[in-house]
């Protein structure tokens, strides 16, 4: 791992120091889409209060034609890059930058581990909305990583363009790009790869739910403000000539065949009452699609359960159960 810088400051006010300067010198991308709802997977297209497109559901692919979407070197180096380090409050926090191993070679992760006697921990993964900003988790990674968890928080920002293919290039590489900080946190030293979650928020929902088709090595995973159907939203924010094209292609990566595959692992769904972003219909679709052990919480809450106090206490709790923290 190549290193290029490294900082220690004290304990005091570390929590609120962390995502301060973290914020100020992180490569996080600003907000797509400006004025949407905080925590929404992004903006709204001109056409978007118009343009229903829920009565069309394109056909179904199989599962193992669909894992060819998400191949990758397994082989190829990480090309992890330590950009900032810092202690105190509990807590160590890297700030590092990893490859895709499909041509993104920057992409941005902080890990927060516990501080103090070196030990094996178990890993989770927290995935934000279609902002990618990462200092909104930061706070939650904290708490788990002071129960003892190596905790991985990526930055991969998703801003539909109404163009097919590249959508779904940037939808297949997001995926993963989570794949390789799995990777990232089961390949060090202090890392129990017998042990690893991952929780994810709205877009980061999306992703995690293509995830559980995906990765046997996963045993929780958190569905926050998730969607059945993700193609849904990406189509109303740039509603192209051709949508049918558009939503035979994004479709995809929906979540239905992904989270219908069995698997030992136990599922937290997470939902806002009044949630405007994704309609009880794709939550409801969703709740009956998961395979397995699962439970649902719904919260007196609008879309951005990643900002709600109790949603984010279950969350952890949840974690700390399937991981067997502290």
Not at 34 to 50: E, F, M, N, R
Not at 177 to 182: K, P, S, T, V
Not at 292 to 310: I, M, N, P, S, W
Request: aromatic share 6%; net charge neutral; charged share 25%.
């Amino acid at each position: 791992m190549r290193r290029r810088a490294l900082l220690h400051i004290g304990v005091t006010g570390l929590a609120a120091m962390l995502v301060q300067a973290c914020s100020e010198g992180s490569p996080t991308p600003p907000r797509a889409g400006g004025g949407s709802p905080a925590g929404s997977p992004g903006g709204t297209g001109q056409a978007a209060s118009t343009f229903d497109p829920s009565g069309y559901v394109p056909a179904a692919v199989a599962l193992a034609e669909l894992k060819k979407l998400f191949n990758y070197d397994k082989n190829q180096s990480l090309g992890a890059t330590l950009t900032d380090k810092r202690t105190g409050d509990g807590v160590i926090l890297e700030d590092l930058t990893y490859s895709d191993a499909r041509g993104h070679e920057d992409l941005p992760v902080y890990v927060v581990g516990p501080a103090g006697d070196a030990g094996r921990y178990p890993a989770v993964i927290l995935a934000p909305g279609s902002d990618g900003n990462r200092d909104a988790l930061l706070d939650e990674a904290m708490t788990l990583a002071r129960a003892g968890a190596l905790v991985g928080v990526t930055g991969l920002p998703l801003k539909p363009t109404g163009d097919a293919a590249a959508d779904a290039k940037v939808v297949a590489d997001a995926v993963v790009g989570q794949r390789r900080a799995i990777d990232l946190l089961a390949r060090r030293s202090d890392c129990d790869p017998s042990r690893i979650a991952f929780a994810g928020h709205s877009w980061g929902a999306a992703q995690a739910a293509v995830l559980l088709g995906l990765e046997t090595r996963l045993t929780g995973v958190v569905l926050a403000a998730g969607s059945s159907r993700m193609s849904r939203w990406m189509v109303r924010q740039q509603v192209p000539p051709d949508w049918h094209a558009y939503l035979d292609s994004l479709a995809r990566f929906d979540a239905g065949p992904y989270v219908a595959a069995g698997g030992k692992r136990s599922v937290l769904l997470q939902f806002g009452r009044q949630d405007e972003v994704f309609p009880k219909a794709e939550q409801d679709e969703l709740t009956a699609a998961v395979a397995g052990t699962k439970e649902r919480k719904d919260y007196d809450a609008h879309h951005d359960l990643d900002k709600v106090a109790a949603a984010s206490a279950d969350r952890v709790a949840f974690l700390k159960r399937v991981l067997r923290l502290k």
